[in-house]
């Protein structure tokens, strides 16, 4: 026992004269401040180069202990890091693929381990990121072309050019453009009125994901794409007629089988968007050009469509111009025409009686109106006799919340204005008497009026298409900012990238 204890008190001896010298000289930080990066790099280009030489601080004034990393990870997964250099100044031929791009320039001190990084943003574009889509009918085929944002130049035959030379289809109708949270889920739509119905093309490549045909769980009988409406957590397809319900909130990629009317058939007008693309309203409306009576999408649990004063949770606001269930006319062409940020939303639409007889007609329309009692209702609002110059033959028309209370509408080469509050329309520009217009619509959130037209002047490819800038100084005017010819047969549809 007397052993062990001398043990012990030996072996707490020699511990106690081991000496921790680990705090008595420790290595003085040289601490950084990184300045010289923005916080963000917003349209960086693919191929070109990328230059950020970044400035450091240092509390000894010196930097010879450094090593420097830039990383950058994909912004969808966070999860794939790839370095990009190893020096202090960046100085690169980018080759990231388009998209965000998270960044990180780290500086770390050999000496200590220590380090100091600055996270930024990276938008890295190609040539289709962002611009003008354009969709054409040329020798029979569909051909999608492309405008990039900044330029005036367009790049012809982009799905061509990028899918091995193939061909979207015949019959091209509509052009569409969806964006969603996840960039990578973003998807470009060309519908076509052929045996294939177009194709989903991926949004960043622009190479095709999926055919038409893919898109359904139950394939249509008859594949006939006509419009595709947007709202909050669905968007509706319009297929020879009918309505597909698709849930873009559950990341689904097909469309359920098609919406019911009861005891009915029916056909949407396809040309008539009782939606609000830029704001994307929570529920939807949809007119019927075979019964002549809206309906209201109340709940997104429905299969059925019901009319706007028998939609459970919809209150019927009667204005007395029209009933909603029994308009009794064709819708030639609808969309927004004033936009609140309430979502006290209305509309306008040019419709048709069977003897040909032209109307306006206006609407209110909310879902969950902020502060209005009812909070979701219809209301019909007016309904003008239109007798105005050149109105009874126009094929083209546009409207727009920008400009409240005006209907664009095209006759010949000629483009009018309805002015809705005097009833009054008149001429207010002219691309010439050679010329037909045959499509108009506003480009995504701008002033912008997109024009196409046949030159009947030009013995090829008379179509073409003209950007006019609508001003308010002293009343509407509008201003030609570009003009193409010589595009195709027939310019169809427009989408903006963005």
Known sequence: ????????????????????????????????????????????????????????????????????????????????????????????????????????????????????????????????????????????????????????????????????????????????????????????????????????LDATTMRQSRTYGDFFMSPPEKVMPEAYYKSGMRHYLVNDGKLYDRAVNMGSPTVKPNML?????YRVADNANFNDDEELPSRAVVYDNENMCFYTIGSITTAFLT????????????????????????????????????????????????????????????????????ETYFSDLGDDVLTVEKIADAAAFACSARFPGYMFYAGGGAIYLYNAENKTGMRVYDLGESVDINHMEFDYKSNTLLVAYRDKARATLPAGFAALEVGTDGGLRLRLVGRHDGLADRIVDFERKY
């Not at 000496?111 to 943003?121: C, D, H, I, N, R």
């Not at 009933?323 to 819708?331: A, I, L, Q, T, W």
């Not at 209305?346 to 007609?361: D, S, T, W």
């Open 1 to 200: 026992m007397k052993k062990l204890f001398l043990l012990v008190i030996t072996v707490l001896g020699l511990t106690s004269c081991v000496h921790d010298d680990t705090n008595d000289n420790p290595t003085p930080l040289n601490e950084v401040t990184i300045s010289g990066i923005q916080d963000e790099y917003d349209d960086v280009h693919i191929d070109k180069p990328l230059s950020i030489h970044p400035t450091l601080a240092t509390s000894q004034n010196s930097d010879a202990q450094f090593s420097y990393f830039w990383i950058a990870y994909d912004n969808n997964t966070l999860f794939r890091a790839d370095t990009l250099s190893h020096e202090k100044n960046l100085d690169i031929q980018v080759a990231l693929a388009p998209g965000l791009h998270t960044l990180k320039f780290k500086v770390v001190d050999n000496l200590t381990g220590v380090y100091y990084e600055k996270e930024f943003k990276v938008n890295v574009v190609n040539a289709f990121t962002k611009g003008l889509m354009i969709l054409c009918d040329k020798d029979g085929k569909a051909i999608l072309d492309f405008m990039p944002d900044g330029q005036d130049e367009i790049i012809t035959d982009v799905y061509g050019k990028v899918n091995g030379g193939e061909t979207i289809g015949t019959k091209p109708k509509r052009v569409y453009f969806n964006k969603f949270e996840r960039e990578v889920l973003n998807e470009v739509m060309v519908l076509c009125q052929d045996d294939r119905g177009g194709c989903f």
């Open 261 to 265: 009317v009861a005891g009915k058939t």
């Open 307 to 374: 009319t706007a004063t028998k939609t459970s949770g919809l209150t019927y606001m009667p204005g007395g111009f029209f009933n909603p269930d029994k308009v009794g006319m064709k819708c030639l062409y609808a969309n927004i025409s004033v936009r609140s940020e309430t979502g006290a939303n209305q509309f306008m639409g040019v419709f048709e009686e069977a003897g040909g007889r032209r109307h306006l007609l206006k609407c209110g329309i909310g879902f969950w109106v902020e502060g209005a009692n009812p």
